[in-house]
């Protein structure tokens, strides 16, 4: 899609992002709110009489809407033999336990190997909604995050689900190894979330008004610490912004331990600890290969019989296999 549209009397009122929506084109309310937040310098995108505006920015009498989408190009994902960990499965969806190191879909530089790659060789009948290079795909893991996802095999599923996201009847909740000992027992970080001003392969909190961002919600619970140097965080997400937890750990100034991204790789004092505990700890976090991260629990409504489903699982081995030197080290907090 690529028009501009005058906003009729009728639509006064109505969020962008909805509006979008609503104009057809099988655009999801995230697909919108993704080319609503784009930089003023893109091309692509949607513009209010000419200019970005955020996503909840209400329509009113006489503005007109530009939406600028990309081209679709053909593309062949090829279905690859990959093997998978399925948590569950019916005639609607599937809950895999995605492995650390998997990227979820095919993009420039990550066109083989991937979770969608995987999919497609198990099951061949997945949502279209996602578009060409995302079928199926109802959120996103980062590459060296594992854990519990969420793929709608039918358009039925997928919409139902995402709603549930936006919705925040979805529970999604991650075990995260942080850097520092955080000064509360539970904590909600509420802040927004947008392209870093300077550095457009970064999120960061951004506040600026000049600036888009979203608004972002997590929750944080300490389940367990180690000294004053880690603490293991639960980490509930309100909202789905890309990269949420690592970038509002960063901004409590707990960056998640192994984050290369978002200050996430400190070494441990000399001067706290040294001898073969410092060592064993420096091993185990050089064997990460990525952020102290996992998806450990999913919980949803089915999108075809209501029921509530709850899905748990363990964080990957080199995850535990840090909190086991981290307890040996430390001791188990009572």
């Known amino acids: ?76 994902i090829k279905a690859e033999n990959i093997p998978l960990t399925i948590v569950f499965e019916d005639e609607d969806m599937l809950v895999i336990d995605k492995p650390r190191g998997m990227v979820v879909h095919p993009a420039p530089g990550s066109l083989h190997g991937t979770l969608v790659n995987a999919v497609l060789a198990h099951a061949e009948d997945l949502s279209g909604i996602g578009g060409e290079s995302r079928p199926g795909i109802v959120h996103r893991l980062d590459k ?72 972002a919600v997590t929750e944080l619970t300490v389940k367990d610490a180690y000294g004053s140097m880690f603490t293991l965080l639960e980490a509930k997400l309100q909202t789905g912004r890309t990269h949420q937890i690592r970038v509002h750990c960063a901004y409590i100034h707990h960056p998640v331990v192994g984050d290369t991204t978002y200050a996430g790789t400190k070494k441990v004092p000399g001067d706290l600890m040294g001898g073969e505990s410092k060592r064993r700890i420096e091993r185990a976090i050089d064997a990460l290969g990525g952020q102290a991260l996992h998806a450990v629990f999913l919980a949803f409504n089915h999108p075809r019989t209501e029921e509530r489903m709850e899905f748990t699982v363990s964080p990957a081995p080199v995850m535990l296999d840090l909190i086991e030197t981290l307890q040996a080290a430390f001791g188990k907090e009572k």
């Open 1 to 76: 899609m690529d028009s501009e549209t005058r906003i009729e009397a009728d639509e006064i009122g109505i969020r962008l992002d909805v509006w979008c929506v609503a104009q057809g084109d099988n655009l999801t309310r995230v697909e919108a709110q993704r080319l609503i937040e784009l930089p003023e310098e893109a091309d692509l995108g949607v513009r209010v009489n000419g200019k970005r505006s955020k996503s909840n920015y209400k329509l009113r009498a006489n503005d007109s809407v530009s939406v600028a989408r990309p081209a679709v190009i053909a593309t062949e």
């Open 144 to 215: 060296d995050t594992g854990g519990l996802l969420m793929v709608a095999k039918n358009d039925f599923a997928h919409r139902h689900l995402q709603a549930q996201i936006q919705d925040r009847t979805a529970e999604r909740r991650y075990w995260a190894i942080v850097w520092g000992l955080p000064q509360f027992r539970t904590a909600t970080v509420e802040a927004p979330i947008g392209r870093h001003p300077s550095n457009r392969k970064r999120m960061a909190v951004v506040t600026d008004p000049r600036y888009t961002s979203r608004d």
